[in-house]
């Protein structure tokens, strides 16, 4: 039977953390729409048993499922393959979250709410209302200077484009074309919805209080931000040439 809403956890290396953010997702799902909800872990062949775990759960309640990669391929690649499985499981929304408690289980019903109303909805640190807490100085400066690089590379009025809590719905994967979806990392999430801009649907930002993960490490680093803007620049230019071809008229 379809399912309304999907929930897609990506995981590496989240033994510690899986077991209370599956749990809490759980409850709060639930509550937004009750006996409607699916958790899908797509895990990148975790060293630490994180797949184990997440087996161990599916099989205690039904309404969680697994996908396991034969290895780490990149989040992006990680996100696509869970929206595949989504959609064929017949979501009309489809959430994803960090697997670290980074971002709150209870903030779930408030997405699923506003996208009633919008095509994406974006759980912002950015936007009025929304905060960062336990961070330094410097994570600080590398994550607001990167959404602030990012809006103006590509010109689009979105306050968070770097975050990873989100609710889509089914026409907005749809129209993407998730088979076109390059980038991986940090990079995929201001591609999907840089897309989603391009596509004219309309982007909906909730504010979210942002915490550091709870347990392991954060995967971050001034390397993957350096990368990231090298990708954002390529991300433009290839938004430009794929709608100059779509502008170019065809002499059949």
Not at 125 to 152: E, F, K
Request: proline share 4%; hydrophobic share 40%.
């Amino acid at each position: 039977m379809p399912t309304a809403v999907w929930l897609i956890l990506p995981t590496y290396n989240e033994a510690e953390n899986l077991p209370a953010i599956l749990d809490a997702c759980a409850s709060h799902l639930e509550s937004a729409v009750p006996n409607d909800w699916r958790i899908l872990v797509v895990d990148d062949s975790s060293p630490d048993g994180t797949g184990r775990i997440a087996d161990e759960a599916a099989e205690r309640d039904h309404r969680i499922e697994v996908c396991h990669r034969r290895k780490k391929e990149g989040l992006g690649r990680a996100y696509v393959e869970g929206f595949r499985i989504a959609l064929a499981g017949g979501a009309e929304r489809v959430l994803q979250m960090d697997s670290d408690f980074s971002h709150d289980p209870a903030d779930l019903p408030r997405l699923v709410a506003a996208a009633q109303g919008a095509d994406v909805v974006l759980g912002s640190r950015y936007t009025s209302g929304g905060a960062i807490r336990d961070w330094g100085l410097v994570r600080r400066i590398l994550s607001r200077g990167g959404c602030w690089y990012a809006r103006l590379v590509l010109g689009v009025e979105v306050s968070d484009l770097t975050g990873g809590f989100k609710c889509l719905n089914r026409r907005t994967l749809e129209l993407i074309d998730l088979d076109s979806v390059k980038a991986q990392g940090y990079v995929f999430q201001i591609e999907m919805t840089y897309r989603a801009v391009l596509e004219g649907l309309k982007v909906v930002e909730v504010p979210i209080v942002f915490r550091d993960r709870k347990a392991g490490s954060s995967k971050m680093s001034g390397r993957i931000a350096l990368e990231a803007m090298v990708s954002v620049i390529r991300l433009r230019r290839r938004a430009e040439a794929e709608s100059s071809s779509a502008r170019t008229p065809r002499h059949d």
